[in-house]
């Protein structure tokens, strides 16, 4: 089946800037999107970005989207101790479901 | 985007029970999905529930265990039957909201024991 991969965690001092980075393997990806779990609640749809764009610009968010290399990432920028929480990459083509990585731990230290 | 209300929020369950799960929604949806979260692990699907017709469920998981259930177009519920320690996770429905987004209940954290 298709993969999404992310590294697992990514620790950052207040005020810089964070980048989590992504992997898929469904060249046929049509979206793809980034989640924000905080601890012991649901999923926040933070931003997706369709597959023919290459950049996507929310206020600190930044997502840039390799197609040729399916490399996905997302900037945070002055990224603040509220932005701690995992990060879920995730992807859909077609009439598929979504496929979710397994999820990046941003720890912002003060 | 749609507004998902999801209870309970959480819940300690006996070994053997069974635990029902409500899904709310505040728009008129056509799929909504059932999600499963083992602790520290990422999204599993479980299942996808249409309106009017039984839930299409995803390999590794059976009605007989994951009961669900899609009266009307804006409600489900996930039914976690004879509950072992083995089920403690949470559990998320998902509908596709405005913009291409898919928006997601607030989770039910279940603890089996």
């Known amino acids: 089946g298709e993969d999404v991969e992310q590294s697992l965690f990514l620790s950052v001092r207040e005020g810089d800037s964070s980048v989590i980075n992504c992997t898929y393997t469904?060249?046929?990806?049509?979206?793809l999107y980034w989640y924000k779990q905080e601890p012991g609640a649901g999923l926040q749809l933070l931003t997706y970005i369709f597959s023919n764009m290459d950049m996507k610009q929310d206020q600190r968010l930044t997502v840039l989207l390799n197609k040729k290399d399916k490399h996905l990432s997302l900037r945070i920028a002055d990224t603040q101790t509220g932005d701690s929480a995992i990060y879920f990459c995730a992807e859909i083509s077609g009439y598929s479901t979504l496929t979710f990585g397994k999820g990046t731990m941003l720890l912002v230290s003060p | 985007s749609a507004v998902i209300s999801q209870k309970p929020s959480r819940d300690i369950c006996q070994r053997g029970t069974s635990l029902t799960i409500q899904c709310q929604v505040d728009?008129?949806?056509?799929?909504m999905f059932w999600y499963r979260q083992q602790p520290g692990q990422s999204l599993t699907l479980i299942a996808t529930a249409n309106q009017g017709s039984e839930a299409t469920y995803e390999s590794g998981f059976v009605i007989d265990k994951f009961p669900i259930s899609r009266p009307n177009l804006t409600f489900s519920t996930l039914t976690v039957s004879n509950m072992s320690p083995e089920d403690s996770s949470i559990y998320l429905c998902?509908?596709?909201?405005?913009?291409?987004?898919?928006?997601f209940g607030s989770g039910t954290r279940l603890t089996v024991v």
């Open positions: 998902s509908v596709k909201g405005g913009s291409d987004g898919y928006t």
């Open positions: 728009s008129q949806v056509t799929m």
């Open positions: 469904d060249s046929s990806s049509t979206y």
